[in-house]
């Protein structure tokens, strides 16, 4: 009689499971590359120094509000100032972040699929037994969950040195608005880590991808407003003589199409989620409007209905970045 040993024969079922992608191959890449940018020295070098900048501005914010109140000991909480108050030669802490994110997301995410493919990387990569989506579905979860940590750990840097120079606690609001501060920011700078990604599918080398991201991110951060005003006044001019409703739907029309542009959309909610005192986006204010206006802060539910639109902006230039990504890189043929 003649022996078959049956551990020497694997069954039908393990031959499959032994082939089958893993489900949630996405997790795989997003390890791999999150451990790969968290031992970089890219994510050093750019923690390090965004680090000491945000001391710094944090340092002469904090300044600038002990010079004006003079002594906080009885001052209200004025914890949300320290990201919005500024002193000659820094900027404001949330005008620096809104500048430093976008190099962000770019930094991470231009290179993304390009950088594969100069190495020759990428075909070994997809021919792993994972689905090819989890190539770039990983890699953008990776890229942001790296930059929403540096971002939440600049963030506690501000904060902590804010306390203890100022000896205020901040109050259950302002580490609300706080929450929802970061929580928008890490969306818009996941625009820029999309788009990035983008120009790394769309382009084979991370040099060309680079150039086009940048160039993206300087037009609509240094030309956007003046591009608008061209175009506003194209379509809706003001002569010499102009009468107010002339001028109001120029101004109207400008501020509208300066929204189409993500730093503007950020600038915005920022803007109105961090300064409770903030009651519009608008960068003029009718005489109907302030008459009359209650000076007093507003709470964060009346504060997000003024930006619902700039937010929902952000998530969907977000999406549709990420989403033309994915199709397009799930179209290439990447085994040659």
């Not at 500048?99 to 990428?122: C, K, M, N, Y």
């Not at 639109?309 to 043929?333: C, K, P, W």
């Amino acid at each position: 009689m003649t022996v078959i040993d049956e551990g020497a024969v694997p069954s039908p079922a393990a031959s499959r499971l032994a082939t089958e992608p893993p489900r949630a191959g996405w997790l795989i890449v997003a390890r791999k590359e999150l451990a790969d940018h968290l031992l970089s020295a890219r994510f050093l070098v750019l923690l390090i120094l965004l680090g000491l900048v945000a001391a710094l501005t944090t340092l002469s914010a904090a300044e600038a509000i002990r010079t004006s109140t003079g002594t906080t000991a009885d001052t209200p909480s004025i914890f949300l100032k320290l990201f919005l108050v500024s002193q000659d030669p820094l900027p404001a802490f949330f005008i620096l972040i809104g500048f430093i994110l976008p190099v962000l997301g770019i930094a991470f995410g231009f290179d993304a699929v390009s950088g594969e493919r100069s190495e020759g990387t990428l075909p070994r990569l997809v021919s792993q037994p994972i689905y090819r989506d989890d190539v770039i579905n990983g890699k953008f979860t990776a890229g942001l969950a790296v930059i929403g940590l540096i971002l939440v750990l600049v963030t506690a840097i501000v904060a902590a040195i804010g306390i203890i120079r100022l000896g205020i606690v901040p109050t259950a609001e302002d580490v609300l608005r706080l929450a929802v501060w970061l929580l928008v920011s890490i969306v818009y700078v996941g625009f820029w880590l999309a788009f990035a990604t983008l120009c790394s599918v769309a382009f084979r080398r991370a040099a060309t991808a680079l150039l086009a991201a940048v160039g993206l991110w300087i037009v609509a951060t240094l030309f956007a407003s003046l591009l608008a005003s061209l175009v506003a006044g194209a379509i809706a001019p003001t002569p010499a003589g102009a009468t107010t409703e002339q001028v109001i739907a120029n101004a109207t029309l400008a501020d509208n199409l300066a929204r189409l542009a993500p730093p503007t959309l950020y600038s915005e909610a920022t803007t109105v989620i961090l300064d409770p005192s903030a009651r519009t986006t608008s960068s003029f204010i009718l005489t109907s409007q302030a008459y009359r206006a209650v000076q007093s802060d507003l709470p964060i539910e009346q504060s997000l209905l003024l930006v619902w639109v700039q937010v929902v902006g952000i998530v969907a230039l977000t999406v549709v970045s990420f989403a033309v990504a994915y199709i397009l890189f799930m179209r290439q043929e990447v085994r040659a």
